[in-house]
């Protein structure tokens, strides 16, 4: 099972851009679907999750500008990123796991440049 991120991009402080990322075959028991980013020289961190149920969270710097979703029919999760800010470039990761970690997929990265 792969999963493919994709749509990052240099955009202009205040832009959007629409992250995806896609399975590419349906996986049994995942019940979490995160957006993770890193930056130069930092460490990875939490963006957003939606739960199986549909149940989403926000780390406190993307709440209210940044919104996860996703396409069951699709297999493929969304981040839709508004009113972007020079510290959001980093590249974004999407990470699909179960609650206990015993199935934990990564895609490939894309890098998100906001530009001030």
């Known amino acids: 099972v792969q999963l493919q991120a994709s749509g990052g991009g240099w955009v202009q402080a205040g832009g959007s851009l629409r992250l995806s990322c896609a399975a590419s075959s349906r996986i049994g028991g995942i019940a979490i679907r995160a957006w993770y980013r890193q930056a130069p020289g930092k460490l990875r961190e939490l963006v957003a999750t939606?739960?199986?149920?549909?149940?989403?969270d926000y780390a406190n710097s993307v709440n209210g500008r940044f919104t996860i979703s996703r396409d069951v029919a699709k297999n493929t999760i969304y981040l839709q990123m508004n009113s972007l800010k020079p510290e959001d470039t980093a590249v974004y990761y999407c990470?699909?796991?179960?609650?206990?970690?015993?199935?934990?997929?990564w895609g490939q990265g894309t890098l998100v440049t906001v530009s001030s």
């Open positions: 990470n699909w796991r179960t609650v206990a970690g015993s199935l934990d997929y």
């Open positions: 939606i739960t199986a149920s549909g149940t989403v």
